[in-house]
């Protein structure tokens, strides 16, 4: 299931930096690690952050968390 997570980037992003690069992890490997979910297309462009969920659970628990 691909979508854009571009709405929650700004959390990600203050997770990262508050917390992900102290413990050595990614924003990504956290992503995969908790919710099995990778980049599908770096070069999108400008306002699209295409990510590839497992299936519709894993996506809604990472919007339950991020949104």
């Known amino acids: 299931m691909r979508v854009n997570?571009?709405?929650?980037?700004?959390?990600?992003?203050n997770w990262y930096w508050d917390v992900g690069?102290?413990?050595g992890?990614?924003?990504?490997?956290?992503l995969l690690q908790e919710y099995?979910?990778?980049p599908t297309n770096?070069?999108?462009?400008?306002?699209?952050i295409d990510v590839e969920f497992?299936?519709?659970k894993m996506y809604t628990a990472?919007?339950?968390k991020w949104s």
């Open 25 to 30: 992890m990614s924003l990504w490997g956290m």
């Open 54 to 56: 497992p299936d519709e």
């Open 5 to 13: 997570i571009k709405p929650q980037w700004p959390r990600l992003a």
């Open 42 to 48: 770096p070069n999108a462009g400008p306002g699209v």
């Open 21 to 23: 690069n102290r413990n």
């Open 36 to 38: 099995g979910a990778y």
């Open 62 to 64: 990472f919007l339950l």
